[in-house]
């Protein structure tokens, strides 16, 4: 984790990052470090969920309203 928070500072770009809580492999401490280091970003913690891209089938009404609230926060105009 140490790299990937050397190397993140360079991004910005606002983000969401979930986390599955207790189940989490990096853990909720490690992720809330990430969010602190990136401008506009947000934490969301989906209690139980799975790993990877199907814990947006185990709670769709929570990943897609807070997924679409962020797009919508933080979109480009031209």
């Known amino acids: 984790m140490g790299k990937l928070i050397k190397g993140i500072r360079k991004y910005i770009m606002p983000s969401v990052i979930y986390n599955r809580g207790a189940r989490s492999i ?3 401490e490690k992720s809330k470090r990430l969010v602190s280091l990136v401008e506009e970003s ?3 913690v989906v209690h139980n969920g799975s790993h990877g891209p199907h814990i947006g089938r185990e ?3 929570l990943m897609n309203d807070t997924t679409l609230s962020f797009l919508e926060e933080n979109s480009i105009s031209g």
Request: proline content about 11%; hydrophobic content about 10%.
């Open 42 to 44: 947000r934490y969301l």
């Open 59 to 61: 709670n769709p009404n």
């Open 26 to 28: 990096c853990g909720e």
